[in-house]
């Protein structure tokens, strides 16, 4: 799907993982339109920004561009606090009292190995 928007950049943040947020808005969007950007939501898509026209040449090197994965690498920790959630919901449990817990008895448990 392609969309193309005429629109201003509102707001540029940078992110604790290392990537940039482009908070970017709109004149108002007919249904199509906006239907087709709202199917884009949490895809991983290509983007070219200009302020003056984007010609036919620029266009084709966009599209010839290839995508790379879309999924962000999560880190050891991350990934532990994702199955933790997992768990606590499974067991009933409030998320962040369950990973409290179990992260306190992994930090007591390693201290007791060290000299």
């Given at each position: 799907m392609?969309?193309?928007l005429e629109a201003q950049i509102d707001g540029i943040a940078s992110k604790v993982d290392g990537t940039?947020?482009?908070k970017i808005g709109?004149?108002?969007l007919d249904?199509?339109?906006a239907g087709d950007l709202f199917g884009l939501r949490g895809k991983h898509c290509?983007?070219?920004i200009s302020d003056s026209n984007i010609t036919t040449m620029e266009a084709e090197l966009v599209d010839k561009q290839e995508l790379v994965s879309g999924k962000k690498h999560k880190t050891e920790s991350a990934r532990l606090r994702a199955v933790l959630f997992l768990l606590s919901q499974q067991l009933g449990q409030d998320s962040e009292t369950y990973y409290k817990q179990i992260m306190n008895g992994l930090i007591e448990h390693?201290?007791?190995k060290l000299d």
């Open positions: 392609k969309i193309i940039v947020s482009i709109t004149q108002e249904k199509n339109a290509k983007v070219l390693y201290k007791g």
